[in-house]
């Protein structure tokens, strides 16, 4: 069996993390000697996404007004652009990840130089896009990434997940990888959620979606 592994890096920016990022994910810095343990590693592709909004992003609340837009707790229903009649639930956030502001910025002490290839994600800004692979309308796609296309010509065959957060993006991204055939493992130990109780629940949609959850130490062990 071919073993051509890809190390997708999600989201590991200052918005997404203390001391100043407005949507910071508790511990959120601290992965990043992981990320950099994990960076080290043979990948065959090494990839770090970044969330890279419009100001007028439909999920930043304060492009909604008052009351229902409250960072965090408020749901809005939104329309697929493509097919008006299908719609989603999608949770309001603080403004973050604004392209070229420094809260999008890639974490300074993340080992870049490793980094082969970057992934920006979340630039239409009528529908949320967790995953790094495309947008929750699938088929047909509003916008879609090159990452299928990145990992498929590489002829890679396992992708390992991890960085931010463990209860968005990550979990999207690496639902996403398994659906496009990739074997694929989440680096728990290099992960951090928004809202930690919500991890029982994400680790049963792993489980249906045939992703595993591994530590930094199972996935060196590979090599
Ligand atoms: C994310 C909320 C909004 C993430 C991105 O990277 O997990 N979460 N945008
Ligand atoms: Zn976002």
Known sequence: MTFKPALVLVDVQEDFCP???SLAVAGGRDIVPVLNELLS?????KIATKDWHPQ???SFASNHPPPNNKPFETMITIANPLNPSETQQTRLWPVHCVQG????ELLPELDISKVHK??????DKRVEMYSAFADPFE??????SNLAKILHDAAITDVFVAGLAADYCVKCTAIDSAQ??????VVGDATRAVDPTSMDEVLKEYKEAG???VTKDDASLKW
């Open 41 to 45: 590693l043979p990948f065959a592709v």
């Open 211 to 213: 992703v595993t959850v």
């Open 56 to 58: 007028d992003h439909i």
């Open 19 to 21: 001391p100043n990022g």
């Open 101 to 104: 502001t420094k809260g999008a």
């Open 118 to 123: 970057i992934v920006e994600k979340g630039q």
């Open 139 to 144: 088929n047909p796609c509003v916008s879609k």
């Open 180 to 185: 496009e055939g990739f074997k694929t493992r």
